[in-house]
DNA sequence: GCCGTTTTCGGCCCGACTGTTTTCAGTCG
C-alpha cells in the first residue's frame, strides 16, 4: 500500500470518528497524520521497514501501529469495525457546504440517510426542516448546495485554472476607487498544485460598496455568505470565492491570516501565546486587550521574532522551527531560471517552428534552450527518426548562426525509455546530441520492479543527463507510475542525472515531496516547462512554485546555473 | 491521539457568518 492508500484510510477514519461523535483532538490527530503521510517525500513503506514510523510529525504509538497492520496484512481491523458502526458513505456529505459532521450524523440517525442522493431527496421532501435546530432556510441553503457540487466537477482546480481566475478578478478589483490593494492567498499564494477556492484579500475602510461592487462582477454567480468583513461567494466555472476586507492598518495580520495554511497559522497563534499575545485576522491583543497592528505581513513575522516566511513554507513542516533557528533555505526564484532545457517543435507534436520557440524563449529572457523533440518510437507524438534527428541538427546550428550570441541552443531529445528499458536510439546516436532527456510514455502500469529497473537503467546510461518527468502522473487523470522513488533518487545523486521538475499544471512531477526528498540525498534538479507551444513558457511559475515548496535554493537547479557550467556539465558526461 | 523551553498529564488557535435561537451550535477557513 502507497503514501496515498494510507492517508485515505487515515482521512476516512477522522471524517467517520468525526460523525461518530469523538473528541475532537482525536479527530485532528488523524486528520494530521493523514496528511503528513500523504506529503510525506519518502515511500511510508520504506519508513516502516526501517522503524522510523513514530518520527513522522504526528504518528504516535497508535497510529504507527496501525500503519504497521495496514502494510503487514493489507487490513485494518479497527477501520473495518468503524465502517460497520458509521455507514462510509456519510462522508459523501461532508462535501456539500453547510453539512458537517454534526448534521450527516442527525440525517442518518434520524432520518436513514446516508447517500447524497438520499439527502437531495429528503431536502426535497422537505423533510430536512422537520429537525430540530433546522428550518425552511436550512433546508434551502443545503439544496443550493447539493446543486453547486454538481456543477463542479472536482472538488480542487489545477493551479493554472485558479491563477488565471484569480488574475481577472485581482486586475478588476485593482481598478475600482475604494481598494488600496488586494492580493490573492489561500492555498494558490502557496502555490499549491491544486487549488479548492479562492482567497482574495482587500485593503479598504469602505467594506460595504466594495463587496457590492465586487458582486457585480461577471464572473460571480451566487452568494454564499456574507458579512462585514468577508464575502464567500460562487463564480461561473463552480470554483468559489472569499474576499476579506479589512482597513489599510490591519492588511498584514489579514493577509497573513488569510494565507494559512492552518497548520502554519495554528503554529503562529501557539508562538503568540508564550508572548502572552492572541494573533488573529485583526491584530494581536495583549492579555490587558490592547491591540498591535500590522500593516504589512513582515511585521506580524517581526513580532514573534522571527524572519519573514515564503508562503510557499508555511504548511507546518519545520518553517516555524527553521526561522526561529535562523536557517529558513534560500528559495529559487524565476529569475534564477536562466535557460531552459525541455521544449518542443513542430518537428514533433510542438505547435511552433523551431525558429519561433527560439525567438520566444529569447523574448522570455532566456539565455539558453535546448530543444528536446521526441523520439520515434513515440508515433503519436510523430517522434523522430535517427536521420530526422541528424537534420535537425543542422537546422538548429542554421538559427544559431543566425541569432548570434544572444541565445545558446542545445540539439537534444526527450528519448522514450522503451518499456524493456532499452533506450529508443542507439548510444552512438546519443553521443552526438547535447542533452539526453529520457522520460516514461508508454507502459506506465508496470509492476513496482519491472518499471523500477527501467527507469533506473536510463539513469545508468552515461548518455542520459536527465529525467523528465519521473512518476508520469497527470493530476486528476492518472496515478504515478508505482516507482521506488528512493532508490530512484539514490541512483540519479549518484550518477548526477538531473530529475525535471516539469512545470506543466497537470504534470507538476517531480511532485513537491519527491523534489525535497532528492535536494536532501545531494540530487540535481532541473524546472523545465516542457513547451510545446512560445505560450507554456509561462508555466515556468508553476514549476518554480513546487521546487519553493520542496525547499530548493538555485544551487542544485541546473537552469539557474550561467550557461558555461551547464556546459561543462554536459560535457563532462557521455 | 499526540506531545513537551511551563508539562509524561493536561493541554492542544481564533474568529466570521448563518440560522434558529433568546444565548448558541454548527460550519468554515
Given at each position: 500500500m502507497n503514501n496515498r492508500g494510507v492517508a485515505n484510510i487515515f482521512q476516512n477514519i477522522a471524517d467517520l470518528l468525526e460523525i461518530k461523535g469523538e473528541p475532537i483532538?482525536?479527530?485532528?490527530?488523524?486528520?494530521?497524520?493523514?496528511?503528513?503521510?500523504?506529503?510525506?517525500?519518502?515511500?511510508?513503506?520504506?519508513?516502516?521497514?526501517?522503524?522510523?514510523?513514530?518520527?513522522i510529525p504526528g504518528v504516535g504509538k497508535a497510529i504507527s501501529s496501525k500503519i504497521d497492520e495496514l502494510l503487514r496484512t493489507g487490513r485494518l481491523e479497527f477501520y473495518e469495525k468503524?465502517?460497520?458502526?458509521?455507514?462510509?458513505?456519510?462522508?459523501?456529505?461532508?462535501?456539500?457546504?453547510?453539512?458537517?459532521?454534526?448534521?450527516?450524523?442527525?440525517?442518518?440517525?434520524e432520518l436513514g440517510i446516508t447517500s447524497l442522493d438520499e439527502l437531495e431527496a429528503a431536502a426535497k421532501a422537505g423533510k430536512l426542516r422537520e429537525l430540530r435546530g433546522m428550518g425552511k432556510r436550512s433546508e434551502a441553503r443545503i439544496l443550493e448546495s447539493l446543486e453547486a457540487l454538481k456543477r463542479r466537477q472536482t472538488d480542487r482546480v489545477l493551479i493554472n485554472h485558479a491563477w488565471e481566475t484569480a488574475q481577472g478578478l485581482l486586475a478588476s478589483l485593482q481598478e475600482l476607487p475604494v481598494v488600496v490593494k488586494v492580493e490573492a492567498a489561500g492555498s494558490l499564494r502557496r502555490w499549491r498544485e491544486t487549488v479548492g477556492d479562492l482567497d482574495l484579500i482587500a485593503a479598504s475602510e469602505d467594506a460595504g460598496p466594495l463587496m457590492d461592487a465586487f458582486l457585480e462582477f461577471p464572473q460571480v454567480i451566487r452568494i454564499i455568505a456574507r458579512g462585514e468583513t468577508k464575502i464567500s461567494v460562487e463564480l461561473y466555472d463552480g470554483l468559489r470565492a472569499q474576499l476579506w476586507v479589512h482597513p489599510p492598518s490591519r492588511f498584514g495580520?489579514?493577509?497573513?491570516?488569510?494565507?494559512?495554511?492552518?497548520?502554519h497559522n495554528v503554529r503562529l497563534r501557539e508562538l503568540a501565546k508564550r508572548f502572552g499575545l492572541s494573533l488573529s485576522e485583526h491584530g494581536f491583543k495583549r492579555e490587558d486587550d490592547s491591540e498591535i497592528t500590522c500593516a504589512e505581513e513582515a511585521e506580524v513575522y517581526q513580532i514573534l521574532g522571527l524572519p519573514w516566511i515564503p508562503p510557499e513554507l508555511r504548511e507546518d513542516r519545520g518553517e516555524v522551527q527553521a526561522a526561529m533557528e535562523n536557517r529558513l533555505p534560500q528559495l529559487l526564484t524565476q529569475s534564477d531560471l536562466v535557460g531552459e532545457l525541455h521544449v518542443h517543435t513542430d518537428w514533433s507534436d510542438g505547435a511552433s517552428t523551431l525558429?519561433?520557440?527560439?525567438?520566444?524563449?529569447?523574448?522570455?529572457?532566456?539565455?539558453?534552450?535546448?530543444?528536446?523533440?521526441?523520439?520515434?518510437?513515440?508515433?503519436?507524438?510523430?517522434g523522430l527518426d535517427v536521420d530526422r534527428i541528424r537534420q535537425q541538427r543542422m537546422a538548429i546550428n542554421e538559427i544559431q548562426r543566425s541569432m548570434g550570441d544572444d541565445i545558446h541552443i542545445l540539439?537534444?531529445?526527450?528519448?522514450?525509455?522503451?518499456?524493456?528499458?532499452?533506450?529508443?536510439?542507439?548510444?552512438?546516436?546519443?553521443?552526438?546530441?547535447?542533452?539526453?532527456?529520457?522520460?516514461?510514455?508508454?507502459?506506465?502500469?508496470?509492476?513496482?520492479?519491472?518499471?523500477?529497473?527501467?527507469?533506473?537503467?536510463?539513469?545508468?546510461?552515461p548518455h542520459v543527463d536527465m529525467i523528465g518527468h519521473p512518476t508520469g502522473r497527470l493530476i486528476g487523470i492518472r496515478e504515478p507510475a508505482d516507482l521506488d522513488?528512493?532508490?530512484?533518487?539514490?541512483?540519479?545523486?549518484?550518477?548526477?542525472?538531473?530529475?525535471?521538475?516539469n512545470?506543466?499544471?497537470?504534470r507538476l512531477d517531480l511532485s513537491e515531496g519527491h523534489?525535497?526528498?532528492?535536494?536532501?540525498?545531494?540530487?540535481?534538479?532541473?524546472?523545465?516547462?516542457?513547451?510545446?507551444?512560445?505560450?507554456?513558457?509561462?508555466?515556468?511559475?508553476y514549476g518554480v512554485g513546487v521546487a519553493r515548496r520542496a525547499w530548493v535554493g538555485p544551487g542544485s537547479v541546473v537552469n539557474s546555473w550561467p550557461f558555461d557550467r551547464v556546459y561543462e556539465w554536459l560535457s563532462t558526461r557521455g
Open positions: 483532538y482525536r479527530v485532528l490527530a488523524y486528520r494530521r497524520a493523514s496528511e503528513t503521510v500523504r506529503s510525506l517525500g519518502q515511500s511510508v513503506e520504506d519508513v516502516w521497514r526501517e522503524g522510523g514510523l513514530e518520527e468503524l465502517t460497520t458502526e458509521v455507514p462510509p458513505s456519510l462522508i459523501d456529505l461532508l462535501r456539500v457546504g453547510d453539512v458537517g459532521p454534526k448534521k450527516a450524523a442527525r440525517f442518518w440517525k495580520t489579514a493577509l497573513q491570516y488569510a494565507t494559512g495554511s492552518q497548520a525558429k519561433e520557440m527560439v525567438e520566444a524563449a529569447q523574448e522570455f529572457g532566456f539565455q539558453y534552450l535546448a530543444i528536446t523533440d521526441h523520439s520515434q518510437s513515440l508515433a503519436v507524438a510523430r540539439h537534444g531529445v526527450e528519448i522514450e525509455i522503451l518499456a524493456d528499458g532499452r533506450l529508443d536510439y542507439p548510444d552512438e546516436i546519443l553521443a552526438e546530441l547535447d542533452l539526453v532527456i529520457a522520460s516514461l510514455h508508454t507502459a506506465l502500469r508496470q509492476p513496482r520492479e519491472t518499471i523500477t529497473a527501467r527507469l533506473l537503467k536510463a539513469i545508468r546510461n522513488m528512493e532508490s530512484i533518487l539514490e541512483a540519479a545523486a549518484e550518477h548526477q542525472v538531473a530529475l525535471g521538475i512545470a506543466f499544471p497537470e523534489a525535497r526528498r532528492a535536494v536532501e540525498m545531494g540530487c540535481l534538479l532541473a524546472v523545465n516547462t516542457d513547451a510545446h507551444h512560445p505560450e507554456h513558457f509561462t508555466f515556468q511559475k
